[in-house]
């Protein structure tokens, strides 16, 4: 049983560094769904795909931060010029469309920028 | 712009007692209310769900109370344990669209 695969789990980086996370959703899973949680909140939506399409963006999503979804596999998440701020963990999210709505999480990427 | 308000932020209960956690939504397109555990350091994982056509779902200890008119559902734990102790979230959405989450409720039950 594959469930949603987030990598790295953990990234510390230097301020206006870049970085990058990659999402392995369930297979055949055809939406893919970023979120961002920081410590005491909910999490919060960023952007989500329906195959390579990017349907829909956040206003969280800033233009130092990307995402892709080339032939609607895997998802990358990049962040530009990181700042304390986006010290968060970054959830990836995947569903299966006209199985009901269950949205399965994966465990999650770690961001610290010191 | 918060649309599903989650309280308390924090409950104590002890082993065997009940947990009642409360939502509420603005937003009538909602058709779809789930509510998720979350351990530390874990990402958040599906406990249960419901749809407005029914007033409430059981899943074993776990309970989801719906009441469509006053815009509120509540997730009850019954017989609470020490491993029940976590963070439960409450969320919404519409169509099938993105979830809108609470802001969690920590709980910790006491042995």
């Known amino acids: 049983d594959t469930g949603v695969s987030q990598n790295p789990r953990h990234k510390i980086t230097k301020r206006g560094q870049n970085v990058t996370f990659r999402c392995d959703p369930i297979?055949?899973?055809?939406?893919l769904y970023w979120y961002r949680q920081t410590l005491g909140q909910g999490p919060e939506f960023l952007t989500y795909?329906?195959?390579?399409?990017?349907?829909?963006k956040s206003r969280l999503l800033s233009d130092r931060f990307s995402a892709e979804r080339p032939k609607g596999s895997f998802s990358t998440l990049e962040i530009q010029r990181t700042e304390q701020g986006d010290s968060a963990m970054y959830l990836c999210a995947s569903r299966l469309d006209f199985s009901g709505n269950t949205i399965y999480f994966g465990e999650g990427s770690w961001l610290t920028v010191v | 712009q918060q649309q599903v308000k989650q309280s308390p932020q924090s409950l104590i209960v002890q082993k065997g007692g009940i947990s009642i956690i409360n939502c509420a939504y603005e937003?009538?397109?909602?058709?779809?209310f789930p509510w998720y555990q979350q351990f530390p350091g874990k990402g958040p994982a599906l406990l249960i769900a419901i749809r407005p056509d029914v007033s409430e779902k059981k899943e074993g200890r776990f309970t989801i109370s719906f009441n469509k008119s006053a815009k509120q559902f509540s997730l009850h734990i019954m017989d609470s344990q020490p491993g029940d102790s976590a963070t439960y979230f409450c969320?919404?959405?519409?169509?099938?669209?993105?979830?809108?989450f609470g802001a969690g409720t920590i709980l910790r039950v006491k042995s």
């Open positions: 937003n009538t397109a909602f058709d779809y």
């Open positions: 795909f329906q195959n390579e399409a990017q349907l829909e």
């Open positions: 297979s055949e899973h055809n939406r």
């Open positions: 969320a919404a959405s519409s169509y099938g669209n993105k979830l809108v």
